[in-house]
């Protein structure tokens, strides 16, 4: 739901007022483009359980598995549009020099949406690294023709995204870390703030001085710690930040 105009009005004017504005989005943004969260109803935790397929061990242990999800994933996500959520994040991307767009989400709703400066903090899942040469590549294509896919050097590449256990990719992570410490605004948009090291970049940037206003449909862990919960979906309350902003 919308909030009250007061409180609306009191965003816009941190947003106005803020030169670094840092935004931090998980699987709830990509909701209402039909994409499951994680953890929601619904989510992709329910029907699988991350410890089976969102882990090296996983991976190892059987590829075909593991590629048989993220193929599924791959194809749902190519039939997604970006919405107004997204759509929105962009537009102020365009108004706010100082901005950055941090992601947990592998989907690149937000490329398609219009953002550019993204710190995809948990990869891409249309990335493609090979386990045996290390070599990387975007495959856009919705499902693969073989399973699990070949690289030229006959190794089997991975997605290209972070798994449970595996550390976030240094120099994103170190871009991602700047923005929270130097943000004066910081919008946490549709994540259940439960993954970490990424959900400590709340923290970070309250104590480092930043207004902090979360953006979701249900309570989370920060949501006592923001200075301000709008229990909203994104692609409502997005825009409506950016009336008259
Ligand atoms: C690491 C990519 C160390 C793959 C993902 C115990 C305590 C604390 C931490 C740990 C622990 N045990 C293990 C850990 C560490 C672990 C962790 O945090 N586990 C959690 C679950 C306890 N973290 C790690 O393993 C990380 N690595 O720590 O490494 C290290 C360091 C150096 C060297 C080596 C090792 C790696 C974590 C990354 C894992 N990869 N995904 C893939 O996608 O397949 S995690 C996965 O969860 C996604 O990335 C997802 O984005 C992320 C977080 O979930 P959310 O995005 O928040 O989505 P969720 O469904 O949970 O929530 C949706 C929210 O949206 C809800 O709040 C809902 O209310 C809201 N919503 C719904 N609709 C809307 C909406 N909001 C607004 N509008 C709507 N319409
Ligand atoms: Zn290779």
């Given at each position: 739901?919308?909030?009250?105009?007061?409180?609306?009005?009191?965003?816009?004017?941190?947003?106005?007022?803020?030169?670094?504005?840092?935004?931090?989005?998980?699987?709830?943004?990509?909701?209402?483009?039909?994409?499951?969260?994680?953890?929601?109803?619904?989510?992709?935790?329910?029907?699988?359980?991350?410890?089976?397929?969102?882990?090296?061990?996983?991976?190892?242990?059987?590829?075909?598995?593991?590629?048989?999800?993220?193929d599924?994933?791959?194809?749902n996500?190519?039939?997604?549009?970006?919405?107004?959520?997204?759509?929105?994040?962009?537009?102020?991307?365009?108004?706010?020099?100082?901005?950055?767009?941090?992601?947990?989400?592998?989907?690149?709703?937000?490329?398609?949406?219009g953002?550019?400066?993204?710190?995809?903090?948990?990869?891409?899942?249309?990335?493609?690294?090979?386990?045996?040469?290390?070599?990387?590549?975007?495959?856009?294509?919705?499902?693969?023709?073989?399973?699990?896919?070949?690289?030229?050097?006959?190794?089997?590449?991975?997605?290209g995204?972070?798994?449970?256990?595996?550390g976030?990719?240094?120099?994103i992570?170190?871009?991602?870390?700047?923005?929270?410490?130097?943000?004066?605004?910081?919008?946490?948009?549709?994540?259940?703030?439960?993954?970490?090291?990424?959900?400590?970049?709340?923290?970070?940037?309250?104590?480092?001085?930043?207004?902090?206003?979360?953006?979701?449909?249900?309570?989370?862990?920060?949501?006592?710690?923001?200075?301000l919960?709008?229990?909203?979906s994104a692609?409502i309350?997005?825009?409506?930040?950016?009336?008259?902003?």
């Amino acid at each position: 739901m919308a909030i009250d105009e007061a409180s609306a009005a009191m965003v816009r004017e941190w947003l106005t007022a803020a030169a670094s504005v840092a935004v931090l989005t998980g699987a709830g943004i990509s909701a209402e483009s039909g994409i499951p969260t994680f953890r929601g109803p619904g989510g992709l935790w329910r029907t699988y359980r991350a410890e089976d397929l969102a882990t090296p061990q996983a991976f190892a242990r059987d590829p075909q598995l593991s590629w048989e999800w993220y193929d599924w994933r791959r194809a749902n996500i190519a039939t997604a549009q970006p919405n107004a959520g997204h759509l929105a994040l962009a537009e102020l991307e365009r108004r706010v020099p100082g901005f950055t767009l941090i992601t947990q989400n592998v989907d690149g709703l937000h490329d398609r949406a219009g953002s550019r400066r993204i710190q995809k903090i948990h990869g891409d899942i249309w990335t493609l690294r090979c386990t045996a040469c290390g070599c990387e590549w975007r495959d856009p294509r919705p499902s693969l023709p073989e399973l699990p896919p070949r690289c030229g050097c006959g190794g089997i590449p991975r997605p290209g995204v972070v798994w449970f256990g595996e550390g976030l990719p240094e120099d994103i992570w170190t871009a991602a870390v700047e923005a929270a410490r130097t943000a004066e605004l910081m919008l946490v948009v549709g994540t259940s703030a439960l993954v970490y090291p990424a959900a400590g970049l709340v923290q970070l940037a309250q104590l480092a001085g930043a207004k902090v206003v979360e953006i979701n449909v249900a309570k989370t862990p920060v949501s006592a710690l923001v200075d301000l919960s709008w229990r909203a979906s994104a692609s409502i309350a997005l825009p409506q930040l950016l009336q008259s902003a």
